[in-house]
């Protein structure tokens, strides 16, 4: 998580423990946030996501 809280430095450990990885809630609170639409959000967090090494 901590390549989302790097691209979203508002978020903090809280919020992150809060949604416990699951993308749908981060994306939720990214956008509460962030006012970014949900679709902004996504693309955003996808990227992220693509970047973390399987």
């Known amino acids: 998580m901590g390549s989302v809280k790097k691209a979203w430095g508002n978020l903090t450990d809280q919020d992150l423990e809060k949604v416990k990885g699951r993308k749908d ?22 990227k992220l996501l693509d970047q973390i090494p399987k």
């Not at 981060?26 to 967090?45: A, D, M, N, P, R």
Request: a neutral charge.
């Open 25 to 46: 809630q981060i994306v939720g609170l990214t956008q509460e946030k962030y006012g970014e639409t949900k679709e902004v959000v996504e693309k955003k967090v996808n």
